[in-house]
C-alpha cells in the first residue's frame, strides 16, 4: 500500500484522471478553481452509488417518497430557513500574501480554540496571538468579516437575487404540503431527493471532498412531536453507517461525532455526524440531526400557507418534527474510490485494484477476444458481448495483450474479465477471471450470464 496518506491521495488523484474517474474541471482552460467532470467510469460509479442509495431509501421502504425539486427557488425560502442572513463562514485576508482563509479554522489549529461566530474575539486572536499565515508566514490580518456562502444569480422579471441552493432540503420543505395532498403518506414518512447543491466555501479542495457545486442525496423524516424520537434518531444512525460500509469504507475508518449540545442551533435536539478516515484524516461525511418544527414552521410563517398535518388515527392536528439524515454523494465517492484502492506485489509487477464492491463496479464485465487479427474470435468475442451488455455494464477490448487489458480492468475495478480464444470456438467454453483472486475459470457460453449475475450478488 501506499506509504502514507498524502501519497495515497496524490495516487487517487493520478489514477483517478489516468482511467478516466474524475477530470480537473476546465482542465484546457488552465483549471477553475476546484472544479472537477467526473469521467466516464466516475459517472458510471456515482450513477451506481446514487442508485444503491436511491434503492435503499425509496424503492426498498414503503414509508420514503422521492422529489426531485428545482435549484432555484423564490428567494423568500431562504430567507424562512435563515439561510440569507445567516449562512455564513467567517472569512480573513493575509495582507501580505492575498491569501484567504476560514478564520474559525485558523484560530482552531493554532489554539484549539473554538469561536464560532464570534467574529471580534477571532480578529484579537489572530492579532493578539501573531497567528501566522499558513501560506507566507507573516502575521498580518484583516478583519475577520461574515461570508454568505450562497451563490446569487439573477433571473429574469425578479427584482431580487435569485439563489442557487445551498443544499436539497428547502424545496422538500417547500412541497410537503403537495406530498401529504397528492400521496397517501402518513407520518412517520419521509421525502428523499438527489441533486446538486452550491455553496461558495471560501477554501475548497482536499480534491472532491470540499467542492463549490455538488451533489447531496438528503431526507426529511417527519416524525410525531410525541413520538420518541431517540430511537428513530439511533436506527437513521445505523442505516447511515451501513450505507458507508457498503460502499466499501472498513468499520475501523468510521467514528461519530456528537455536536456538543452548546453548539447546537436552538430547534435542534442533537446532531450527529458521520466521519470517515479519509486520506487526509476523519472529517464529515454524512449528518444526522433532529431539526425539531423549526423548517415547518418558519416556511409556514413565510407563506402564509398551513403546513400542520392531521393525522386522522387521533384526529391531532400538529406540526410534525423532523429527522435529517444527509449524505453528500461526492464525499461517498471518495470513500468508494479510497477504500477500494489496494496495491499488490505480483512478481516482480505491482498491480493496482480498485476493490469497488462488486455492485458499485463502472463495469461489470469486460469481453477480449485473445488475438485482434482474427477476425472468428473477434466476431465470438462481439456475439458474446451483446449477449451481456443488456444486463449490465460491459467493456469490449481488444488492444494490447491480455495481461494489459488484466492490468487495465483492474484499475477501473472491473470484477471479470471474459476471454474468449480458440478453444471457445472449438468446445463453446470462455475464460472468467476474477478481479480479486486473479484465477481463471472455464465457463461454458450457455451458462455465462448467469454465472456473472449470480457472482456479481
Ligand atoms: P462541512 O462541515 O464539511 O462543511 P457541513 O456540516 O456544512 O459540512 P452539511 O450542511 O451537513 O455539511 O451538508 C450535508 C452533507 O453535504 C455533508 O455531510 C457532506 O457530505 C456534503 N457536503 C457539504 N458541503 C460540501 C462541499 N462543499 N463539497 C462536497 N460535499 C459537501
Known amino acids: 500500500m501506499p506509504k502514507n496518506n498524502d501519497d495515497l491521495m496524490q495516487k ?49 421502504r414503503q414509508d420514503i417518497v422521492g422529489l426531485d425539486g428545482p435549484i432555484m427557488l423564490n428567494p423568500k425560502v431562504w430567507e424562512a430557513s435563515g439561510h440569507t442572513s445567516g449562512f455564513n463562514d467567517a472569512m480573513v ?66 427584482d431580487e437575487p435569485v439563489y442557487l441552493r445551498p443544499e436539497t432540503a428547502g424545496a422538500i420543505f417547500v412541497d410537503f404540503k403537495n406530498v401529504i395532498d397528492s400521496m397517501r403518506v402518513k407520518i412517520p414518512f419521509g421525502i428523499a431527493q438527489i441533486g ?23 431526507i426529511e423524516y417527519f416524525i410525531d412531536p410525541k413520538t420518541k424520537w431517540e430511537p428513530l434518531f439511533e436506527e437513521w444512525l445505523v442505516a447511515q453507517e451501513k450505507f458507508a460500509l457498503a460502499l466499501g469504507a472498513h468499520k475501523k475508518d468510521l467514528k461519530k461525532y456528537e455536536h456538543p449540545k452548546e453548539k447546537l442551533s436552538h430547534y435542534s435536539k442533537k446532531t450527529v455526524d458521520i466521519e470517515y478516515n479519509f486520506p487526509f484524516g476523519f472529517s464529515e461525511l454524512y449528518g444526522l440531526a433532529h431539526r425539531g418544527d423549526f423548517d415547518l414552521t418558519q416556511h409556514s410563517k413565510f407563506s402564509g400557507e398551513d403546513l400542520t398535518y392531521l393525522d386522522q388515527a387521533s384526529n391531532r392536528k400538529y406540526i410534525p418534527h423532523v429527522l435529517e439524515p444527509t449524505f453528500g454523494v461526492d464525499r461517498s465517492v471518495l470513500v468508494a474510490l479510497s477504500s477500494a484502492y489496494t496495491e499488490e506485489a505480483v512478481g516482480d509487477e505491482t498491480r493496482i485494484v480498485l476493490k469497488f464492491p462488486k455492485n458499485l463496479a463502472p463495469i461489470k464485465a469486460a469481453i477480449f477476444p485473445l488475438l485482434k487479427n482474427k477476425e472468428n474470435l473477434v466476431s465470438k468475442a462481439k456475439e458474446v458481448f451483446d449477449l ?35 478453444d471457445t470456438l472449438a468446445d463453446g467454453t470462455v475464460t472468467v477471471r476474477d478481479r480479486d483472486t486473479m484465477e481463471q475459470e472455464r465457463v461454458s457460453l450457455d451458462n455465462l450470464k448467469d454465472y456473472l449475475i449470480k457472482n456479481l450478488k
Open 388 to 422: 451481456l451488455k443488456g444486463e449490465f455494464m460491459c467493456e469490449f477490448d481488444d488492444n494490447g495483450n491480455i495481461g494489459k487489458r488484466y492490468r487495465r480492468q483492474d484499475e477501473i475495478g472491473t470484477p471479470y474479465c471474459v476471454t474468449i480464444d480458440f
Open 12 to 60: 487517487i488523484v493520478s489514477l483517478a484522471k489516468r482511467r478516466g474517474f474524475v477530470f480537473p474541471g476546465s482542465e484546457i482552460y488552465g483549471g477553475f478553481a476546484n472544479s472537477y467532470s467526473y469521467g466516464p467510469y466516475g459517472t458510471e460509479l456515482k450513477n451506481n452509488i446514487k442508485n444503491l442509495w436511491w434503492k435503499t431509501f425509496v424503492s426498498d
Open 93 to 158: 485576508d493575509c495582507k501580505e500574501c492575498k491569501k484567504r482563509f476560514r478564520a474559525d479554522h485558523l484560530v482552531e489549529q493554532s489554539t484549539g480554540r473554538d469561536l464560532e461566530g464570534d467574529l471580534k474575539a477571532m480578529s484579537d486572536i489572530l492579532k493578539d496571538e501573531k497567528v501566522k499565515c499558513p501560506n507566507c508566514g507573516k502575521s498580518n490580518w484583516t478583519e475577520v468579516r461574515n461570508f454568505n456562502m450562497m451563490f446569487k444569480t439573477e433571473m429574469n422579471g425578479i
Open 196 to 218: 446538486k447543491a452550491f455553496r461558495n466555501e471560501i477554501i475548497a479542495g482536499n480534491f472532491i471532498f470540499r467542492l463549490r457545486e455538488f451533489e447531496q442525496m438528503e
